[in-house]
């Protein structure tokens, strides 16, 4: 099935970032690991309970990162699903928890809210039919009934859709599904982070990474199989050049950057998030991969402490 698998992005404070997804928007913390390239920085997992592809969203917390810049080469905006019937209550809920948000608009036929998190993230809400017959997690302070469901997909701003759009179509599962103005909608088979749009904006200014942004996207393989087909695809067709299959204990990743500039992970499905920890106590307990479990001690004295009760 494919889809979104995660998002990764920037953020700033660990404490704020943990506040702002479990308490405002009411996600489940999924995982609380760390970095495994930088383990002296957090890496949290928010999403729906048992922590399916396609509801990921994480964050590496790196407090003192420079503000990120919005611009061609960069996601410019991660949209979650909601009921449409939700959008009034999560107006108001923004409101009352000081988020400042965009007035209601459409898009390609959908409501969508627009706001952006406390590291200048760009968020946005979509309404989507049926999307209420979906299980929600209810644990965070948001009711089951509005819970966010998952990712509706993200928009990225490139020089150039042709060649990204491509390697969407050809080797990541998706299909040209609409046009509206510059932006081009490609929808894949999951309901679950199913689509991307890309906001085709030639000649505009070239973003920059920092706090607020988008580290990668990750795109589904159901196992390594799958992966090792569009590795081999990329590489052929495409003239990209993927990393060597990293393990990430939850799943297995190889990572490219587009034509457009984004940096494109492909993960397996497996293992999942429960092979370290049950579901019912998910993201309670700090976890370390096998190869940085001797370090723990030391690990632990240099990471931010962190109040992680959500209620």
Do not use: C
């Amino acid at each position: 099935m494919s889809g979104i698998h995660h998002v990764t992005a920037i953020a700033g404070k660990a404490q704020r970032n943990f506040d702002f997804y479990t308490r405002t928007l009411g996600l489940r913390f999924v995982k609380r690991t760390v970095n495994f390239d930088d383990p002296g920085t957090y890496h949290f997992y928010y999403g729906d309970e048992a922590g399916q592809p396609g509801t990921i969203l994480t964050f590496f917390p790196w407090e003192h990162a420079a503000p990120g810049r919005g611009g061609v080469g960069q996601t410019h905006q991660t949209a979650f699903r909601v009921p449409v019937s939700s959008l009034g209550w999560w107006t108001h809920r923004l409101t009352e928890k000081g988020v400042a948000y965009e007035p209601l608009e459409k898009r390609f036929g959908e409501s969508v809210l627009a706001f952006t998190d406390p590291d200048g993230m760009s968020l946005s809400l979509v309404g989507v039919p049926g999307a209420e017959t979906e299980a929600g997690w209810s644990q965070g302070g948001v009711p089951a009934e509005h819970a966010i469901r998952g990712f509706h997909g993200v928009t990225l701003l490139l020089d150039s859709a042709a060649k990204t759009g491509a390697i969407l179509t050809d080797v990541l599962g998706y299909k040209e599904a609409a046009r509206e103005g510059s932006i081009i909608r490609y929808k894949a088979t999951a309901a679950l982070g199913g689509y991307v749009d890309i906001y085709e904006a030639k000649g505009f200014m070239t973003g920059r990474q920092g706090r607020g942004s988008v580290h990668h996207i990750a795109f589904r393989a159901a196992d390594d199989a799958e992966q090792a087909a569009m590795a081999k695809k990329l590489i052929e067709k495409h003239g990209m050049h993927p990393t060597e299959q990293l393990d990430r204990n939850y799943f297995r990743s190889i990572y490219f950057r587009e034509p457009g500039g984004v940096l494109f992970e492909i993960a397996t499905d497996q293992p999942g998030f429960a092979v370290d920890e049950p579901v019912e106590t998910l993201g309670q307990q700090l976890k370390l991969p096998k190869f940085l479990e001797p370090h723990r001690a030391d690990i632990e004295k240099v990471l931010p402490s962190l109040e992680s009760e959500t209620v």
